[in-house]
């Protein structure tokens, strides 16, 4: 695919507001993301097709269900950083339209998912708390220490085979926080610490959006570990 026709791909509205939902990891249905884009379900379905086609959504048919996903972490990587540059304007952000949106808007810069990491105030202090505690070095670029693999298999958590070899997923990398403006981690190893902390209930979704709340027991686990207080 050329540049321009990957521009062309989310410069429309209702695309990008495909992707945009879609950060959130999972996989949704056509018509839940023609509820939240507000367009008719054919005019969904046309656009969806047409992100298919281009390789931006991986489609996955359950009986008579049609959901779709962001086709890979590295398109998750492409639609984050394209929403950073368009945030980070000179111009001020649009006041929040409704109490509903400024709640949510709260709640996501409190803690969320970035595709399948964590981010916001809550992934930006987990990866401070990596790095301080020399889990994560940035000498020579982002990488696990022997300490950080020594760390993550004491608390049962799991890279990918795969992981940072030839094809696989880098097993760290950098990704700018919009609403922080300052680095949290994702790669292979956001995506298992996010995991884990979903999974042991340490962190909860709010709603069916991207936004997620630390639990008391996350809350205990994080000081614990990592010695990230939480505001």
């Not at 880098?170 to 190893?189: F, I, N, Q, Y």
């Amino acid at each position: 695919m050329t540049l321009a026709a990957l521009a062309a791909l989310l410069a429309d509205p209702t695309r990008a507001a495909f992707c945009t939902a879609l950060l959130d990891g999972r996989a949704w249905t056509a018509g839940e993301l023609a509820r939240h884009a507000s367009v008719a379900p054919s005019t969904a379905s046309e656009h969806l097709s047409r992100l298919i086609a281009g390789g931006l959504l991986a489609e996955e048919r359950q009986g008579r269900h049609r959901y779709v996903r962001l086709a890979t972490p590295t398109v998750a990587t492409l639609i984050e950083d394209l929403t950073v540059f368009a945030e980070s304007g000179t111009r001020p952000a649009t006041a929040p339209r409704s109490l509903g949106e400024a709640t949510r808007l709260s709640a996501e810069a409190r803690a969320r998912t970035c595709y399948d990491h964590l981010a916001g105030r809550l992934g930006v202090a987990v990866s401070d708390a990596l790095l301080a505690h020399g889990l994560v070095t940035e000498e020579g670029g982002l990488a696990v220490t022997e300490r950080g693999r020594d760390w993550l298999a004491a608390q049962a958590i799991e890279l990918p085979p795969r992981a940072g070899r030839r094809g696989g997923r880098p097993v760290v990398r950098g990704c700018l926080d919009w609403t922080e403006r300052r680095t949290h981690l994702g790669g292979a190893l956001g995506a298992a610490l996010c995991r884990a902390a979903l999974d042991r209930a340490w962190v909860e979704r709010i709603g069916s959006g991207r936004a997620l709340r630390v639990t008391p027991d996350g809350g205990r686990a994080l000081r614990e570990l990592l010695g990230v207080e939480l505001p």
